[in-house]
């Protein structure tokens, strides 16, 4: 067993990977909502798996007792994940493969690209893998010169059509099937005239990668989950890719972040029945591969696994926050997310999008490198409700907010907000000024004379007004009104009260009400 110190928290490394946007989300934001395409491709995509998800969901009688089981599991899992990791490694090691410790992106690319030099390859075929994906792994490997090839099929549009993936289960949910066709004809060997049918695009990306998977001597995968309890890997996916790539090549190797081991065998059950039917909306995966080290004569005779931090043990270090670990990454919450289903993944910045991404990027890389995500929802709730072990994002992504702030009243430089929030401090803090402050609001009334509201203010108020109206100053001030209230005559104390609304009419036999009385004008008025 290797011995290894992975000191203290930190954050995953900037320069590296993909968990940093080149923007802030409003800006990217915007970029995409302009972009009508997109989110006709989003919206038809999203209602499609929801549907799908509620018919399969709907058939399981103790889908909330599953619910409540996975979220235990998770929960007893972290609190003994340093326990569990040693137990995996033991267990991986005892079947003949090898266990890497990273402690970030740089370093797991480091030891990847080392084993596929040693390997004597240049080309890997790749299983989907998210934290591939995060570590920037195919990148470091074209530094190295070796050449990653992704064999899903999603995975695979992406990178001919040198995008990014913006969908954790269909990474290529921002392109419809025309935008695919026109990527195979431009970059896939022998596409021909292709049509835009999906089984005619599904049988191209066959034949283009059969031979990758005949001729290749790597293969790096992904883990969707690691039983400590025997040191078995698995993985699931519906397209057949993945068996050909943990079966057929020489080396395996796989990339997995800390927090998805799982105790037992048992525990492994209730992921299996909850993740299918989260994500694509089946009863259970098409292929759902199991490997525990070596076996003699069957399957890769090399095999690896590379358990990564780049940051997770910071997100383990608060107990407000640790519960985005217990993530099984099956989109349930980007496909119900309306922010989501109008920005697409793209414009949160990270290879993690969508109501998870805003909980759990922030966290790995500092709130300081993507202080705008915790804002990027509505706090609708609907991600806590889809969530299929009941990560509680809303109140996650409250908590974010408020280390955000936290973080930036620390700041040599306050910020705008921060500067704004003290001139209001010192104005409220005297009532001489509050009063000064709202003879000046006063002159707000020229603003929204047509409609008695403020739609349009000049920097850096226009921040507030460019998606929000504000009410057009009232005329008189409270104060003044109180005072004009005081200085009106009142009843003297011996004077009787006002007859209420439900007292029955005076009868034609009464006399007539004094004119003094208080209740002349209003019985006048019934009379006329």
Not at 57 to 77: I, N, S, Y
Request: hydrophobic share 40%; net charge neutral; aromatic share 4%.
């Amino acid at each position: 067993m290797s011995q290894t110190f992975l000191g203290m928290p930190v954050y995953a490394p900037r320069g590296v990977g993909a968990l940093r946007g080149d923007e802030p989300f409003p800006d990217a934001a915007r970029t995409a909502l302009a972009d009508t395409q997109l989110r006709r491709n989003l919206g038809h995509a999203t209602r499609t798996i929801r549907g799908k998800r509620a018919a399969v969901v709907g058939e399981v009688p103790d889908w909330e007792q599953l619910r409540l089981a996975g979220e235990a599991v998770k929960a007893a899992t972290m609190a003994r994940l340093p326990e569990l990791l040693v137990q995996l490694e033991e267990r991986v090691t005892a079947r003949g493969g090898t266990v890497h410790w990273a402690r970030d992106a740089t370093e797991a690319n480091a030891i990847v690209l080392g084993l596929v030099r040693a390997a004597g390859a240049d080309e890997v075929v790749k299983v989907k893998s998210m934290a591939t994906q995060e570590i920037g792994l195919n990148e470091a490997l074209a530094e190295g010169g070796v050449t990653a090839l992704e064999t899903d099929l999603a995975e695979l549009i992406v990178q001919l059509g040198e995008d990014r993936p913006s969908h954790i289960l269909v990474p290529a949910i921002h392109r419809n099937r025309t935008e695919i066709r026109d990527i195979f004809r431009r970059t896939m060997p022998g596409a021909g005239e292709l049509s835009d049918e999906p089984r005619e695009l599904a049988m191209a990306a066959r034949a283009y990668l059969r031979e990758k998977f005949l001729t290749a001597r790597v293969a790096v995968s992904g883990a969707n989950f690691a039983v400590a309890e025997t040191g078995t890997l698995a993985v699931v996916e519906s397209e057949g890719n993945g068996r050909m790539c943990l079966t057929l090549p020489q080396t395996l190797i796989t990339v997995m972040g800390i927090e998805k081991v799982v105790p037992t065998w048992t525990d492994l059950e209730v992921f299996l029945q909850l993740l299918p039917r989260s994500s694509t909306g089946e009863r259970m995966n098409p292929y759902t591969s199991l490997w525990t080290g070596v076996t003699p004569g069957d399957g890769p005779q090399d095999v690896h696994l590379v358990l990564v931090d780049n940051g997770r043990t910071a997100v383990l270090s608060d107990p407000a926050g640790r519960a985005a670990l217990h993530c099984i990454r099956c989109s349930a919450c980007l496909n119900v997310c309306p922010v989501y289903e109008r920005t697409g993944g793209h414009a949160y910045g990270s290879v993690y999008p969508g109501p998870i991404g805003a909980v759990l990027s922030p966290q790995l890389t500092g709130i300081a490198d993507n202080a705008s995500l915790p804002y990027a929802s509505s706090l609708c709730g609907a991600c806590f409700d889809a969530c299929p072990v009941r990560i509680d994002i809303p109140a996650m992504l409250v908590h974010l907010r408020a280390r955000q702030v936290e973080e930036r009243a620390t700041r040599a430089t306050p910020s705008p907000e921060a500067v704004a929030m003290a001139a209001m401090s010192w104005v409220m803090a005297r009532p001489a000024r509050f009063r000064g402050a709202e003879r000046l609001m006063r002159l707000g009334r020229l603003l929204g004379r047509r409609d008695d509201r403020i739609t349009t203010l000049p920097p850096p108020l226009s921040a507030w007004t460019a998606s929000r109206d504000l009410p057009r100053p009232p005329g008189q001030t409270f104060r003044e009104w109180w005072r004009t209230r005081a200085a009106s005559p009142r009843p003297s104390a011996s004077s009787p009260l006002p007859s209420s609304s439900s007292s029955p009419p005076p009868s034609a036999s009464s006399p007539p009400p004094s004119s003094s009385s208080s209740s002349s004008s209003s019985s006048e008025a019934i009379g006329d």
